[in-house]
């Protein structure tokens, strides 16, 4: 584990010519490293998402984290990526793709060690693109599961008790991984909620997460996720 990295924002294209931004983090001492593709909450790239990303590269990893919220309004990106995100194709998909492909090429990456991860709307896209073949590992937290999971790759899922939002999911989730026979760390907080891998975003998620979602930051259940994380990422990556 090293506290030195090296960050920075570097652009890459997209299948269809746009030019999107990405968020780098990797740790300053030397070599090749396994990547993860790390896949935000709808909040887009603040200073949570740095910090989560940073304590991963800090594990040994080079961390991706693309900005899908530039294409458009706030308003506008978030309509195109829940959509996808429920037909389980479009846009969205192809640019976290892309941001695969820029990430592979990479010469201090090790293009077969790549993983996927995702916090609430980014676990949902983690989940699907867990089955396209080109992961390693996925490592989804409170997202919204897919239908099924068929050919999905071995997968590490953190859920929070208290997550009104995603208490259907984690429970479908829990079932596919059962019905597909996946390599799996699926593990429920009961106190936590959702976002507890997080502090909040702004005011108004801090006064209504808690009220819709239980959401809040669980300092305990975010180091146990975070643990269970990287010993997956350790076996399967």
Known sequence: MTSELIESWIPFQCRDGFDMRAWWVRPATPGSLPGILFVYE???????????AGELASEGYIVMI?????R?????????LMADLKAEKGRSIDDLLDARQALVRRPDVLADRVAVMGLCMGGGFALILA???LFRVSAPFYGQAPVTLDGACPIVASYGGRDRVTAKHAKHLAQELKRAVIAADFKVYPSAGHSFMTRPANLLVAVLGPLFAGAGFDPDAAADSKRRLVAFFREHL
């Open 66 to 70: 693309p900005d899908l919220l530039q």
């Open 72 to 80: 458009g309004s706030f308003f506008r990106c978030i309509r195109q």
């Open 131 to 133: 089955k396209t073949g």
């Open 42 to 52: 709808p909040f887009g790239i603040n200073p949570e998402m740095k910090r989560v």
